[in-house]
């Protein structure tokens, strides 16, 4: 039976202590203006001061072998990248800033050494880009690697966007491309080797961007009216953002900004672009509402990233999905759902 | 591949949304005077209000099937009761309050019935008793079953008791008495049966009680320079204390309140009290040291919670145990570290 330890200064020559050194190294120094924090790693626990006028946001996020990464195929610096990132585009999503992150990592000592070297060059990097400190956290040894992940974030008092705020009449709209993610984790499946980290149509899913700038300009301009970040695929999580709302949506297919196929892979996969738009997940892209009356104060694209319009909030409380002849149908939710067995 | 999700208020007939339903039923009702909570379970993230004039504390803590407790001998309640509890002993060990905490849950989907509702049961009285809120989480399907717990808690500015202000002169205290709680897992693990949760031998391993009023109390009354939980044994814990400290320590093996053994156990397992006390880990006591000015001020009991003085803070930097004779000899370090195969 073993104990899990806090991530905490005391050396030990093996086991433990070195896991700790290599963790605490990249840890952001305290004091650093703007970020918070007031005690980082080292004792039972973190100290962090909120920022006058802002509300704290938390939130937590599995990362676990098998489930959400394979050992042999995932590179260990994509690991790292991304257990930050898909937990820092919730804070993304509510239209926050992220401040400071808790890593609990739980490994064989086998992956101690260059794995764990790779993991923490990918979240370093993470953390550094979403400009959050890892402050704490806790580790122990375990058959697989588990990785748990949480962020502390920041929207002034009042500003940050919840999934309940959508009304209808008012405009639907996605960040990005959709499908892109899924297309990329289908390429490494489909693959026997580890994957090649610098192949482009691998980047997305290797390597999401949560949608920072665009969330917290959407919060600080108040055009957004309900948000969310699409981490399940647009087919479950828009009825996630309707159920809050109490409204449902009517989607037009022609509209969503489905992934590009390159030929090689459309002819070899078979691979439907509206399929993997609607039901893939992993994009981190935004989905979010604008009231009728704020539309034109909306750009078509943020610093780079398209705005796409793709339907509008419905009294009714169903999900229609126009397709491209005209007809409407149901939307099948087929995102997915960790406790029913599917696709 | 599964993706996580959110606990989020969207229902589905089978699958994820009947296991949400079951977490939300316990998650606090947001807006409770004192609490802080302004957005609980059911968007991307929560939303919680620092108090004025209060840091927030951040910990976290992984609680998994194996290495922390064995899913046929521990029974669900307790679970869930000590998963929480051991967070929050972190924030006992700050002398903080705790206001409210993540829930991170993996299990087999035989396990989303009678288990979940007992260890759901479990961690809504824990959860009562530290009024500490659940706002918010992550919950995925998984062989074995994982747990990790984030806990926010508050000290008001500059109170916190941190692991690094111990003084040479400064004596060492512990609360309660040490070794119970491993003397608990023993008599477990000797069994071939289910935990009977009402056996007084058990409860300590089963149903640790953090030492919150303590903890406060010393931080408001600024009577402690040092302050840590014991979670993996005097003889782990101590020394890092010390590491953070740049101290050293001389603790007196006839003045720890060692676990009393009943007659048939000492009998029957031949377990020495003091190896208990040293080693034993999952105690929850709290570990701190009190300057010499300030001794008069302290009582001998809080609330009933023994507080006895173990030794003093040395110049030296080592950790010297006084035996029963007399004998100084050097402490060994024997409690737990994950990556360290012993015992």
Same mark, same amino acid.
Not at 22 to 31: K, P, S, Y
Not at 56 to 67: A, M, P, V
Not at 136 to 159: S, W
């Given at each position: 039976m073993e104990k899990a330890k806090h991530i905490t200064a005391n050396r030990k020559p093996n086991g433990e202590g070195v896991v700790l050194e290599r963790i605490e190294r990249i840890a952001g120094r305290v004091?650093? *203006? &703007?970020?918070?924090? +007031?005690l980082g790693i080292g004792d039972d626990a973190a100290i962090f001061r909120g920022t006058k006028g802002f509300n704290q946001i938390l939130t937590c996020d599995w990362f676990l072998e098998?489930?959400?990464?394979l050992r042999d195929k995932h590179p260990a610096d994509a690991v790292g990248w991304k257990c930050l990132a898909r937990a820092v585009s919730d804070i993304a999503a509510m239209g926050g800033v992220p401040r400071c992150f808790l890593l609990s990592l739980a490994l064989p000592e086998?992956?101690?050494g260059l794995w764990l070297e790779e993991f923490l060059g990918g979240l370093r990097l993470a953390a550094k880009q979403f400009e959050c400190m890892l402050i704490g956290g806790d580790t122990t040894r375990r058959r697989d690697i588990l990785v748990n992940v949480t962020v502390v974030g920041e929207a002034r008092t009042g500003q940050a966007v919840l999934r309940s705020g959508a009304r209808p009449g008012d405009i639907l709209f996605v960040s990005g491309r959709l499908g892109e993610a899924e297309l990329g984790l289908r390429q490494i499946r489909q693959?026997? +080797? *580890?994957?090649?980290? *610098?192949d482009p149509l691998l980047r997305k899913h290797l390597y999401p961007a949560p949608r920072l700038a665009l969330g917290r300009w959407l919060a600080e301009r108040g055009r957004a009216s309900a948000m969310m970040d699409l981490s399940d695929g647009l087919s479950t999580d828009l009825p996630r953002l309707c159920a809050a709302s109490g409204v449902g949506a009517r989607v037009e297919a022609a509209k969503i900004p489905a992934v590009r196929l390159p030929n090689q892979v459309s002819a070899k996969h078979g691979t439907d672009p509206l399929a993997l738009a609607l039901? &893939? &997940?992993?994009?981190?892209e935004l989905l979010f509402t604008v009231p009728q009356k704020k539309l034109? +104060?909306?750009? *078509?694209?943020f610093r780079g990233i398209p705005i796409t319009e793709i339907g509008e909030v419905t009294h009714e409380k169903e999900l229609l999905l126009v397709d491209k002849v005209g007809r409407e149908v149901r939307l099948p939710n087929r995102g997915w759902d960790p406790f029913r067995q599917h696709r």
């Amino acid at each position: 039976m073993e104990k899990a330890k806090h991530i905490t200064a005391n050396r030990k020559p093996n086991g433990e202590g070195v896991v700790l050194e290599r963790i605490e190294r990249i840890a952001g120094r305290v004091g650093v *203006r &703007g970020a918070g924090v +007031r005690l980082g790693i080292g004792d039972d626990a973190a100290i962090f001061r909120g920022t006058k006028g802002f509300n704290q946001i938390l939130t937590c996020d599995w990362f676990l072998e098998g489930s959400h990464f394979l050992r042999d195929k995932h590179p260990a610096d994509a690991v790292g990248w991304k257990c930050l990132a898909r937990a820092v585009s919730d804070i993304a999503a509510m239209g926050g800033v992220p401040r400071c992150f808790l890593l609990s990592l739980a490994l064989p000592e086998s992956h101690t050494g260059l794995w764990l070297e790779e993991f923490l060059g990918g979240l370093r990097l993470a953390a550094k880009q979403f400009e959050c400190m890892l402050i704490g956290g806790d580790t122990t040894r375990r058959r697989d690697i588990l990785v748990n992940v949480t962020v502390v974030g920041e929207a002034r008092t009042g500003q940050a966007v919840l999934r309940s705020g959508a009304r209808p009449g008012d405009i639907l709209f996605v960040s990005g491309r959709l499908g892109e993610a899924e297309l990329g984790l289908r390429q490494i499946r489909q693959s026997q +080797r *580890r994957a090649n980290i *610098r192949d482009p149509l691998l980047r997305k899913h290797l390597y999401p961007a949560p949608r920072l700038a665009l969330g917290r300009w959407l919060a600080e301009r108040g055009r957004a009216s309900a948000m969310m970040d699409l981490s399940d695929g647009l087919s479950t999580d828009l009825p996630r953002l309707c159920a809050a709302s109490g409204v449902g949506a009517r989607v037009e297919a022609a509209k969503i900004p489905a992934v590009r196929l390159p030929n090689q892979v459309s002819a070899k996969h078979g691979t439907d672009p509206l399929a993997l738009a609607l039901h &893939g &997940g992993d994009d981190y892209e935004l989905l979010f509402t604008v009231p009728q009356k704020k539309l034109r +104060r909306l750009p *078509r694209s943020f610093r780079g990233i398209p705005i796409t319009e793709i339907g509008e909030v419905t009294h009714e409380k169903e999900l229609l999905l126009v397709d491209k002849v005209g007809r409407e149908v149901r939307l099948p939710n087929r995102g997915w759902d960790p406790f029913r067995q599917h696709r």
